[in-house]
């Protein structure tokens, strides 16, 4: 009886002791829930998880003509929005203006322009814009312009002239040194006005000035080799790259595309001959027959250099075409 009544009691206690676990299990599985469903219900985590981060408004910025949005777009990268006005290929110097440009100006925050003149249709676009929040950066600000170098023989008629700009020659990118100039212009110009971003414009701009640095410096490298190369072109686009490298322009020869008479063509290569140079340099992309038969009658090779104002809008284009440029030089200058 009394081996009945002790394992009896020996099953009550190990029920119990199971009820008990049980029990406490059960209680601890439903506090953790509640512990759960507390965290995931929670106001702020709600909130915090269906609210994505604030992001910062991209400035607007457009700059003129080509290479003031290669140097432009390579400063801002994705900090800014980064537009042109005047299309690649596009005679700078005697453009129209259009209402899109108006409208691309009047919501910008910032314009970037080379300045000295060369975007004539500026100022009054601007004007009609009305954005009284619109800054400007003239990137040839603080650069020793250059007004004369060399005369402009004009082949249709019987003048020559010195040939001068009010505000000085205006390619000024043509010169990798006064390029640095220029996007440290417009650095500062960003910066100035999205203070925010100044690291990442900072960082931008020292990246592409080291590579303008390295550029020059193969410029040095290579025509140094063949110093006071003689040239003529028929662009007044040079005078910078001519100067900074030792190269000498000796005439720009200015010569009508059209309507040109036999006396007209032998003006043009009297001027040429007149000044016994190793080389002629036209543009890519132009076929002007005179130029060419220019440089059979005168038996030197018609090379082209590029004024950069077309190409492709990677900013990373710059240096290929002032690449070309430098090759060019060589060959014609030995």
């Given at each position: 009886?009394?081996d009945?009544?002790?394992?009896?009691?020996?099953?009550?206690?190990?029920?119990?002791?199971?009820?008990?676990l049980?029990?406490?299990?059960?209680?601890?599985?439903?506090?953790?829930?509640?512990?759960?469903?507390?965290?995931?219900?929670?106001p702020?985590?709600?909130?915090?998880?269906?609210?994505?981060?604030?992001?910062s408004?991209?400035?607007?910025?457009?700059?003129?003509?080509?290479?003031?949005?290669?140097?432009?777009?390579?400063?801002?990268?994705?900090?800014?929005?980064?537009?042109?006005?005047?299309?690649?290929?596009?005679?700078?110097?005697?453009?129209?203006?259009?209402?899109?440009?108006?409208k691309?100006?009047?919501?910008?925050?910032?314009?970037?322009?080379?300045?000295?003149?060369?975007?004539?249709?500026?100022?009054?676009?601007?004007?009609?814009?009305?954005?009284?929040?619109?800054?400007?950066?003239?990137?040839?600000?603080?650069?020793?312009?250059?007004?004369?170098?060399?005369?402009?023989?004009?082949?249709?008629?019987?003048?020559?002239?010195?040939?001068?700009?009010?505000?000085?020659?205006?390619?000024?990118?043509?010169?990798?040194?006064?390029a640095?100039?220029?996007?440290?212009?417009?650095?500062?110009?960003?910066?100035?006005?999205?203070?925010?971003?100044?690291?990442?414009?900072?960082?931008?701009?020292?990246?592409?000035?080291?590579?303008?640095?390295?550029?020059?410096?193969?410029?040095?490298?290579?025509?140094?080799?063949?110093?006071?190369?003689?040239?003529?072109?028929f662009?007044?686009?040079?005078?910078?790259?001519?100067?900074r490298?030792?190269?000498?322009?000796?005439?720009?020869?200015?010569?009508?595309?059209?309507?040109?008479?036999?006396?007209?063509?032998q003006?043009?290569?009297?001027?040429?001959?007149?000044?016994?140079?190793?080389?002629?340099?036209?543009?890519?992309?132009?076929?002007?027959?005179?130029?060419?038969?220019?440089?059979?009658?005168?038996?030197?090779?018609?090379?082209?250099?590029?004024?950069?104002?077309?190409?492709?809008?990677?900013?990373q284009?710059?240096?290929?075409?002032?690449?070309?440029?430098?090759?060019?030089?060589?060959?014609?200058?030995?």
């Open positions: 009886m009394s009945r009544v002790s394992k009896t009691n020996k099953f009550l206690s190990s029920f119990v002791s199971l009820v008990t049980f029990l406490l299990t059960t209680a601890c599985n439903q506090a953790d829930t509640k512990r759960s469903v507390s965290v995931e219900q929670s702020q985590a709600q909130e915090a998880a269906s609210t994505p981060k604030a992001e408004k991209k400035i607007k910025v457009v700059a003129t003509f080509l290479p003031m949005y290669w140097f432009t777009q390579a400063v801002a990268g994705d900090a800014a929005d980064v537009a042109i006005l005047v299309p690649p290929g596009t005679e700078v110097h005697e453009y129209q203006a259009t209402p899109e440009n108006v691309a100006i009047a919501t910008a925050n910032l314009l970037v322009k080379n300045g000295l003149g060369l975007e004539e249709f500026l100022e009054p676009t601007v004007k009609n814009a009305q954005n009284p929040k619109l800054t400007q950066i003239d990137a040839s600000k603080g650069i020793q312009t250059v007004k004369e170098i060399s005369p402009v023989v004009e082949a249709g008629n019987k003048e020559e002239h010195d040939h001068e700009h009010g505000e000085g020659n205006p390619h000024v990118w043509l010169d990798p040194v006064l640095k100039q220029q996007v440290i212009n417009i650095r500062d110009g960003l910066i100035a006005v999205d203070p925010a971003n100044k690291g990442t414009y900072e960082a931008n701009a020292a990246a592409y000035v080291k590579q303008l640095e390295d550029l020059n410096n193969q410029y040095q490298q290579t025509l140094q080799k063949n110093p006071n190369c003689t040239f003529i072109t662009h007044d686009a040079y005078p910078y790259l001519a100067k490298y030792n190269l000498k322009q000796v005439a720009v020869v200015e010569i009508p595309e059209d309507q040109l008479t036999p006396t007209d063509v003006k043009a290569v009297n001027a040429v001959k007149k000044y016994n140079v190793k080389a002629l340099f036209g543009e890519p992309g132009i076929d002007n027959k005179l130029l060419t038969s220019l440089s059979k009658d005168l038996n030197l090779t018609l090379y082209e250099l590029d004024s950069l104002e077309t190409g492709s809008t990677d900013p284009h710059y240096f290929q075409a002032m690449k070309n440029n430098l090759q060019t030089l060589e060959t014609a200058c030995k």
